[in-house]
């Protein structure tokens, strides 16, 4: 016997006429070339209960491992086994509740997020960033995987194939150094510079707002490399 499944095509959303660029970040996950930023998820709550349940874990099991040697060194008739202590097993599926609860929020924020972005938008740019490579630098790592930009570019490319809008992946070489005003190439800056003033023409920039705006500027060159209608902002 064989099933037949009917699956019915996702309904377009309607273009809107718009374009945006988007830079990832940590605080905020996504800042956009017209100044919107929104929020990563803040999953510090679940993390916090999650510590607390595996410093239990690891208390109670090494506690029945103690008694479970007590036993054995005593040569009692029935010696308890490690799996006899349920405490130490509640206290780990515990830990594990809070993690699964924690993934699951931040999912349902990136769908929501992600939903939004391509309702809003018919052209995306985004910087085509290799997260594998930026997570072997230690400090940036944990950031990087709890604000999941693997996981929205994911989310925007499916669902921008799904419902008929755009999405480009540009390079991102010196998309936080030029000025998105006059083209100027200032050089590197530390992380810790959130505004910058063009040397060249004196604009005034946000940091992340400006590297969305060249990252749009990029999309859009692309875009039209490949003698395709370029929507307006």
């Not at 515990?94 to 769908?111: E, F, G, P, T, V």
């Not at 010196?174 to 604009?203: D, F, V």
Request: include cysteine; charge should be positive.
């Amino acid at each position: 016997m064989s099933l037949q499944v009917e699956i019915s095509e996702p309904e377009k959303y309607s273009l809107t006429g718009k374009r945006v660029g988007i830079d990832v970040g940590v605080a905020d996950l996504a800042i956009l070339s017209n100044g919107l930023k929104y929020p990563s998820f803040n999953s510090s709550y679940f993390e916090k209960k999650a510590k607390v349940w595996q410093r239990k874990y690891a208390r109670r099991r090494h506690l029945a491992k103690l008694l479970v040697l007590q036993d054995r060194n005593k040569r009692v008739l029935c010696p308890r086994s490690l799996e006899s202590f349920t405490n130490w097993q509640k206290a780990q599926k515990s830990k594990a509740k809070c993690q699964a609860k924690a993934a699951n929020q931040r999912r349902d924020y990136l769908h929501k997020l992600t939903t939004h972005l391509v309702k809003q938008y018919d052209v995306i740019a985004i910087e085509d960033l290799k997260t594998k490579n930026l997570q072997k630098n230690h400090h940036l790592a944990k950031s990087i995987a709890n604000a999941s930009w693997r996981m929205f570019r994911q989310m925007l490319e499916y669902k921008c194939e799904w419902y008929g809008k755009k999405l480009i992946a540009v390079d991102p070489k010196n998309t936080s150094r030029i000025c998105s005003k006059c083209g100027y190439n200032s050089g590197a800056k530390p992380l810790e510079i959130r505004e910058w003033i063009c040397s060249k023409c004196q604009t005034k920039h946000d940091q992340d707002i400006n590297a969305a705006v060249n990252i749009l500027h990029k999309g859009s060159t692309k875009l039209n490399g490949q003698g395709l209608a370029m929507v307006t902002s």
